[in-house]
């Protein structure tokens, strides 16, 4: 009998996946364990392995399609088999109830889009979204293409291949697949039926299309800079204390057996360590409820760069982790972001959060906070710098943090005690391992 592989929830708050991959295609045959699509959520990414044997019968979507969990992307059974029953279901279920009435009503509308289009013959030609685009960007009639795609549907591969087929011509017929003012440009104002080539279309844009992940950070973003009184303040110290024991930590860490313990490895230390005398600035702000929750432990999320986009994995109780089992954690969790694996359950619950831009050459910057958090902490680059010790100028290597916090939260006054503590604590490194 034949069956569905479906979309799997990858953590409560995830509502879809997007498809990064279709490793088996219709008609292929397929053994327990096989790789039959990979997928990410905003974080992370998976492979679905199949859990019966069977061939093909049906794939429903294709790459680079954003899924909502549960649905069906394939049918797996026996060759032949009937799955009318499959292909017929709707794919906009109440199942999203959870949604709200505005985004169920742009997922119909999306499922509308893509279930079909009128040809200039009168016929209904199915054509996928991103098909349909491909064809008006490349000015060709997709109704010329040969659909291979569920149900007849035309997707856009097909579209790849009638460009193929065609010699890499473009058709100058406006109503076949709906010149723009932008490409109409292109076309020659004497004769518009001379064919112009994909090299000359393809010069002008690249069109890409958000990420999942993508998505999230943007809506984030602008939440928090649209909902919060955000204010930078910018400070430095002496990095001369960290410099050097870090020098000693990498001349002493085999025989040691310590972590390869970075410089940011440290500031997260010292962050962490700071972090407990000021609750201002460890806290969430709920002002949907009329709360600000003050945290007891620190759950230091960690601002990530990976191939997807930003990434914040969080480390619960760092106050309570000594330097070497912080570095040890945060090359984890950091690894695991930026290769896909690190679990939904790992980037909830953040108190804090640090983005390090230093080693990108960045002197100062307005990092934006992570709501609810009511603070964000971020650390620049080391400059060479100028300071007078006992009426003598002495160049020193000084390092610059940027702290952004939540007016609405805290005031200025004991965000600036926590920037001056936390400083004071990396100039004298020593002092705050010895406490």
Known sequence: MAEAVIMPRQGQSVESCLITAINKKQGDVVETGDILFSYETDKSAFDEESKLSG????????????????????????????????????????????????????????FTASASVTASSGGEVKISPRARDYAKQARVDFAKAVPTGPNG????????????VSGGERFADDSAAGVTEDTAALLPEENNNIPVKESELLEL???????????????????????MAQLTLNSSFDASAILNFRQKLKNNAQSLELENITLNDIILYAVSKTLVNHRDVNAHYLGDIGVIRYFNAVNLGIAADTKRGLVVPVISGAEKL??????????????????GSLAPDKLKGGTFTVTNLGSLG????????????????????????????NNQDIFYDCMALSLTFDH???DGAPAARFLKELCANLENFDLLLAK
Request: aromatic share 2%; hydrophobic share 40%.
């Open 153 to 164: 549907r035309i997707i856009e591969r097909d579209i790849a291949e009638l460009i193929k």
């Open 322 to 339: 000594s330097l070497n089992e912080l570095a040890k954690q945060t090359k984890k969790i950091i690894s695991e972001a930026q290769n």
């Open 55 to 110: 061939t093909v019968l049906s794939v429903l979507f294709e790459e680079g399609d954003d899924v909502a969990c549960l649905d069906s992307v394939m049918i797996i059974g026996k060759e032949g088999e009937d799955i009318s029953a499959f292909l017929t279901q709707n794919k906009i279920q109440d199942n999203n109830d959870n949604n709200k009435p505005e985004e169920v009503a742009e997922k119909k509308a999306d």
């Open 408 to 410: 609405r939260a805290l």
């Open 362 to 389: 960045i002197e100062s910057f307005t990092p934006v906070i992570n709501p609810p958090q009511t603070c964000i902490l971020g650390v620049n680059n080391i400059t060479r710098r100028v300071k007078q010790v």
């Open 205 to 227: 844009y690249t069109d890409v299309k958000l990420p999942n992940i993508r998505k999230i950070i943007a809506k984030a973003m602008h939440t928090s800079l649209s909902e």
